[in-house]
């Protein structure tokens, strides 16, 4: 169980009826799952899938900065020189360089962004409450 679905759990079986006993307990065995999952945690979201949610939501933005950054770098400081040429570290040339750092961003686009079918369950994706620990 996510913090975030141990969180939903807390708070709609345990402290909402205990503010408001009208209310009913949406989980009824909330306290057995929830321990069970504590003993015994298991990933709900796979490798592969988690990376690419990261990058989209939050480190594809801070890439697309380093990315500017640094062809700003590179082009600003050697005004005589195109951009390949510009781009050699000591004894690698340029245009290796810029073909390493230019495959990196492809490759982050494509993990980030590839379709692929979604297998998280809870709170990443819509699935019935109670579902989650059956893919065991």
Same mark, same amino acid.
């Given at each position: 169980m996510s913090i975030a679905l141990a969180s939903d759990c807390f708070e709609q079986d345990f402290l909402a009826p205990t503010l408001d006993p009208s209310r009913s307990v949406e989980h009824g065995n909330w306290r057995t799952e929830l321990g069970d999952d504590y003993q015994r945690p298991t990933l709900k979201i796979t490798i592969l899938e988690a990376i690419s949610n990261? /990058?989209?939501?939050?480190?594809? !933005? /801070? *890439?697309? +900065? *380093?990315? *500017? !950054?640094?062809l700003f770098r590179v082009t600003a400081f050697a005004p005589g020189e195109g951009l390949p040429d510009a781009a050699a570290i000591a004894s +690698?040339? &340029? !245009?290796? +360089?810029? &073909?390493l750092v230019g495959m990196f961003y492809v490759s982050m686009l494509v993990l980030a962004f590839w379709p692929r079918e979604r297998e998280a369950k809870e709170e990443f994706r819509e699935t019935e409450a109670g579902d989650w620990k059956e893919s065991e």
């Open positions: 990261r /990058l989209r939501r939050i480190y594809f !933005a /801070l *890439l697309t +900065v *380093l990315c *500017l !950054a640094w +690698v040339p &340029g !245009a290796v +360089v810029t &073909g």
